[in-house]
């Protein structure tokens, strides 16, 4: 019964993150990262304050626990800057992929620093998820062209920080959610809140940097929509993964699981913007989304 729960946790998370992937490549032309992010966070924090009225739970702010949060706010801020800003440079069927990588981090973290036991079939899935991230890095029929090879790996040191920092992320955050027992939805919705808080104090030092005003305006009435979307999705995909850490102990199948957002981010990105991919990357494509599997069995 706890693995099908630790499933649904992921599936879950896969859906409601990819989704939200897929929108945020449809603001970021419009919009900056650091907007995207604050916006679609206070539109995702409106749900969880829903959610918290009927699932509150217990309240523990003690200093320590002040202080968690607000690392585990600094460090979601920053990976999801470096994720939307190697969106914006360059395609979501790559930067999305690279980043879904950060459930091999979060493995070996467990596995080093946890002592998570893993098995061989796992180890090996490990080692496809990598081969397939170097796949869907490059387009061979470009490089054989004799293309810009820059312009195919617009957004990559983005996408791979954002990886590391969330493969540190998520076994740590939860191991936190364990720690706080009943009180991890409360948990959550404050992390969310010290990102939000972040944003604005990033936005203001920015502004302060330039010596520019602080620009906090969307223009276009539309994106508002879009960035709804994505803060709702976010979010979702944020609930299901906690609950998943919270109320199960096969972290790793949440974690990998989750990390295949990037499939239905690929199907859209496939079908809505008519990205095209080279072979080679649908090879990684498919070894990626083989590997996360196997990691999981």
């Known amino acids: 019964m706890e693995l099908y729960l630790a499933i649904l946790a992921g599936l879950g998370g896969m859906f409601g993150w990819g989704l939200a992937d897929f929108f945020a490549k449809k603001t970021l032309d419009k919009v900056t990262p650091i907007k995207a992010f604050l916006y679609s966070h206070v539109f995702g924090l409106t749900l969880l304050l829903i959610y918290l009225v009927f699932n509150r739970g217990p309240i523990n702010l003690s200093p320590k626990i002040i ?3 607000i690392a585990f706010g600094i460090g979601d801020l920053t990976a999801y800057t470096l994720f939307y800003r190697g969106l914006q440079k360059g395609m979501v069927s790559i930067i999305g992929p690279i980043v879904s990588m950060n459930s091999g981090v979060a493995v070996l973290v467990s596995f080093f620093w946890f002592g ?5 079939m796992r180890w090996m899935g490990l080692g496809i998820v990598l ?9 061979l029929q470009k490089t054989e062209l004799g293309l810009n090879i820059k312009n195919m790996t617009s957004g990559l040191p983005e996408a791979i920080a954002a990886m590391v920092i969330w493969g540190l992320f998520f076994p740590l955050w939860d ?4 720690y706080q027992g009943e009180g ?9 809140v010290a990102e939000i808080a972040g944003a604005f104090i990033f936005i203001y030092f920015l502004s ?4 520019t005003p ?3 305006q969307v223009k276009e009435k539309q994106i508002w929509f879009w960035l709804a979307l994505i803060g709702i999705f976010t979010t979702a995909g944020s609930i299901f993964v906690a609950w998943g850490y919270r109320f199960t102990s096969i972290t790793s199948a949440v974690v990998v699981l989750g990390a295949a957002y990037s499939l239905p981010t690929i199907v859209l990105a496939r079908i809505f913007l008519k990205e095209k991919l080279a072979f080679n990357q649908l090879i990684g494509v498919v070894a990626i989304i083989g590997g996360l599997i196997i990691l999981v069995l």
Request: glycine share 2%.
């Open 67 to 69: 202080l968690f949060l």
């Open 116 to 120: 998570e036991l893993i098995t061989a």
């Open 131 to 139: 081969l397939g991230t170097i796949l869907i890095s490059f387009q």
């Open 175 to 178: 191991w936190f959610l364990t």
């Open 184 to 192: 991890w939805i409360f948990s959550l919705t404050s992390v969310t």
């Open 208 to 211: 302060r940097l330039r010596k």
């Open 214 to 216: 602080a620009d906090i």
